[in-house]
C-alpha cells in the first residue's frame, strides 16, 4: 500500500526536476542581444580601446551579450560598460556599449525605426556612413512585420540613398568605392550631366508614396519626391521649366492640397514664375518658347493650373495670376 500511495508524490517531483532543467537549459541558451548603432564597430580582445582588434562590424548587427564589465569605462565623452559578444559566424570580443543597445526581437520595428531615424539625423555623416545605413536598410526592410514600420523604412533607405549620393566627392565617381556603388545602385540611381552628380530616381519616390499613401507617411514621401533633381537641364526652353514643375511641387500639390508642404510647394513655383516674369521685361530675355511649341504649351499650363487650384494656401491666387500672364504672353 506505502509502494502505491508514494507512486504519484514521486511523479511529480520528477516532472518538477524536468520542468526546472527545461527552464535553466532555455534561460542558459537565451542569452541578451544588443544591436550596434554606428558604423564600423570594433570587436577588441579586452575590453580596452587599446586591445587588439577582432573584428568590426556594420550599423544594424544583432550580436549575443555573453558578458559585461564589473565597472563603466569612459571613452570620449560617453560612459558605459564594455561587453562580450559573440556575433553571427561565432566571432566573439568586446564592444563598448556606447556603440550598442539592447535588443528585443519583440520590439524589432521600432528599434529599427529608431535607428535609422538617428543615424539620418546625423548631418556630417560620411559616404562610407551613409552606404552602410542602405545596407542595413536594405536587410531591415525584408525583417519587419508591420506595414507602418515597413513604409518608414523603406522611405528612410530611398533617403539615404540620396545623401549617399550627395556625398560622393566631386570628380570621384569614377573611383571606388563610389563607381561599384552607383553600378550596384543602378536601377535606383541617374547622373545628371550637366550637374556632374548622381540622383535618386525621382519616380522611385512618387512609386513608394503610390505604395503607401494611405499612411500619414505617404506625405512625406510625396515631398521628397518634389524635392528630388531631375536630371538634364533646360537651357531656357520654358516648357522644359514647367514640364519639371509638373512632375514635382505641382504633383505634390495635386497629391496633398492641405498637406504640410503645400505651402512651400506653391512658394518654389511662384519664386520660379515670378523670375520668367521679370525676364520677360528685360531687353533679352532667356525664357522662350517657339510658337511651332505654344500648343504643348497651353496644355503644360492648363495641367499645373489644375494641378494647384484644389490647393487652399492664399498663395495660390498669385500663382494662378502668373499662368494666366504667361498664357497671354505665349499664345
Not at 535607428?115 to 536594405?138: C, Q, T
Not at 512618387?206 to 537641364?233: F, S
Not at 511641387?249 to 498637406?259: C, I, T
Request: charged content about 25%; aromatic content about 10%.
Amino acid at each position: 500500500m506505502l509502494t502505491f500511495a508514494r507512486a504519484p508524490l514521486v511523479a511529480l517531483i520528477l516532472s518538477s526536476i524536468v520542468i526546472s532543467s527545461a527552464r535553466a537549459t532555455r534561460a542558459q541558451t537565451t542569452a541578451p542581444s544588443r544591436i550596434t548603432v554606428a558604423s564600423n564597430v570594433r570587436l577588441r580582445a579586452e575590453a580596452s580601446t587599446s586591445a587588439e582588434e577582432v573584428a568590426r562590424l556594420p550599423v544594424g548587427v544583432v550580436v549575443s551579450e555573453l558578458e559585461r564589465s564589473p565597472e563603466k569605462a569612459k571613452v570620449g565623452d560617453v560612459e558605459d560598460y564594455w561587453y562580450l559578444v559573440s556575433s553571427k559566424g561565432g566571432v566573439k570580443g568586446w564592444v563598448f556599449g556606447g556603440l550598442t543597445r539592447a535588443f528585443d526581437a519583440a520590439r524589432r520595428d521600432e528599434i529599427y525605426a529608431a535607428l535609422a531615424d538617428e543615424r539620418l539625423a546625423n548631418a556630417s555623416a560620411s559616404f562610407s556612413d551613409l552606404s552602410d545605413l542602405v545596407k542595413f536598410l536594405d536587410r531591415a526592410t525584408k525583417e519587419v512585420k508591420r506595414r507602418d514600420a515597413l513604409a518608414s523604412l523603406e522611405f528612410a533607405r530611398l533617403v539615404a540613398l540620396g545623401r549617399s549620393l550627395a556625398a560622393i566627392p566631386f570628380g570621384e565617381m569614377d573611383k571606388e568605392p563610389y563607381k561599384g556603388w552607383t553600378t550596384e545602385r543602378e536601377a535606383e540611381v541617374v547622373y545628371s550631366e550637366p550637374a556632374g552628380q548622381w540622383y535618386v530616381r525621382a519616380d522611385s519616390f512618387w512609386k513608394l508614396q503610390e505604395k503607401y499613401k494611405d499612411l500619414p507617411v505617404g506625405e512625406r514621401i510625396a515631398w521628397e519626391g518634389a524635392q528630388t533633381p531631375l536630371p538634364g537641364e533646360c537651357e531656357g526652353y520654358l516648357p522644359c521649366y514647367l514640364s519639371l514643375e509638373t512632375q514635382t511641387n505641382g504633383l505634390y500639390v495635386k497629391l496633398y492640397p492641405r498637406g504640410a508642404h503645400a505651402d512651400a510647394a506653391l512658394t518654389q513655383i511662384g519664386e520660379f514664375f515670378e523670375q520668367v516674369a521679370e525676364d520677360a521685361r528685360s531687353a533679352n530675355p532667356v525664357y522662350e518658347v517657339p510658337k511651332e511649341d505654344r500648343a504643348d504649351f497651353q496644355k503644360l499650363l492648363a495641367e499645373l493650373r489644375a494641378q494647384v487650384s484644389p490647393a487652399a494656401s492664399a498663395k495660390k491666387v498669385r500663382l494662378l495670376q502668373q499662368l494666366d500672364e504667361l498664357a497671354q504672353r505665349f499664345r
